[in-house]
């Protein structure tokens, strides 16, 4: 009985310096933009100039960006941004937005969220 406690206690105090000495993996950064236009941005219902202004962000502003989609050409670039952690769809043209880490497309983005959603209340369903 002692020597199996003893070596209980030994393989805990192994596995902790072992866990001890694992590296600290780093959360990835989440992509986010900053405003570059001195007059500041629009933010718009839908990627488009033609859709409603829904927010104003002021010059230098940073601002979460979930995904992006090709739409509305603007001064050359078809890029648009959809806002993270917004209640409602939030874009914001990126001619105007100096991105930060990697923008994923939203068909993308989005279809792997949809299927974790369905996949958490179907758990049995196949996709």
């Not at 409603?52 to 601002?63: R, T, W, Y």
Request: charged share 10%; proline share 5%; with cysteine.
């Amino acid at each position: 009985m002692r020597r199996t406690a003893g070596a209980l206690v030994g393989a805990l105090a192994m596995g902790g310096a072992l866990f001890a000495a694992a590296p600290a993996q780093a959360a990835p950064a989440l992509p986010y933009g900053t405003v570059t236009s001195p007059v500041g941005l629009n933010v718009r219902q839908f990627p488009s100039t033609d859709s409603s202004v829904v927010g104003f962000l002021a010059n230098n502003a940073q601002v979460g960006l979930t995904c992006k989609v090709r739409a509305q050409d603007i001064d050359g670039n078809t890029i648009w941004y959809l806002e993270r952690g917004a209640s409602h769809e939030r874009w914001i043209s990126a001619r105007y937005v100096a991105n930060t880490g990697t923008v994923s497309y939203c068909n993308t983005v989005l279809t792997s969220a949809l299927s974790a959603q369905l996949q958490s209340q179907h758990p049995h369903a196949k996709g």
